[in-house]
């Protein structure tokens, strides 16, 4: 299967001598690279942890599903199996099944549209929001 992989590292150099014909390693690439990625891909894959994720958040926003490692940020930010495929261990064996179980499935996901409509809940406003409506709900005026 065709892989891009995008992004720097004290690895970058090793990763890219691994490459088969297959791989595609850009390295650092520009913002209007990236969103064109993410636009155009069939999947984001992430097998990583992060503690927020922001860039699940960037990838479906740009209507990508996401499979990934199921901890962290992401538990927060992909539905598993309506906007993407979350894998419990962190090991090869099971990111290529859950690689397999994606294209498996990839009809039963939603389209790249409700993907993104997903992602709104993260936007700045709707952030601010719920943040201004957490503190009056909290705040005691006392005369």
Do not use: W
Request: hydrophobic fraction near 45%; glycine fraction near 8%; proline fraction near 2%.
């Amino acid at each position: 299967m065709p892989l891009v992989v995008i992004g720097g590292g004290n690895e970058l150099d090793r990763i890219t001598s691994m490459a088969k014909s297959n791989i595609q390693i850009l390295g650092k690439v520009s913002d209007a690279v990236l969103k064109e990625k993410m636009e155009t891909c069939r999947a984001f894959v992430y097998a990583g942890k992060e503690d927020f994720g922001i860039v699940f958040t960037e990838a479906q926003s740009a209507g990508a599903p996401i499979i990934a490692f199921g901890k962290g940020g992401v538990l927060d930010i992909v539905e598993n199996m309506k906007t993407g495929l979350l894998f419990k261990k962190q090991d090869v064996h099971s990111l290529i099944k859950a690689v397999n179980i994606f294209n498996e499935s990839y009809d039963n996901l939603l389209p790249s549209d409700l993907i993104a409509k997903n992602a709104e809940k993260f936007d700045k406003k709707i952030f601010i929001k719920k943040i201004a409506g957490l503190v009056d709900s909290h705040l005691v005026i006392r005369d």
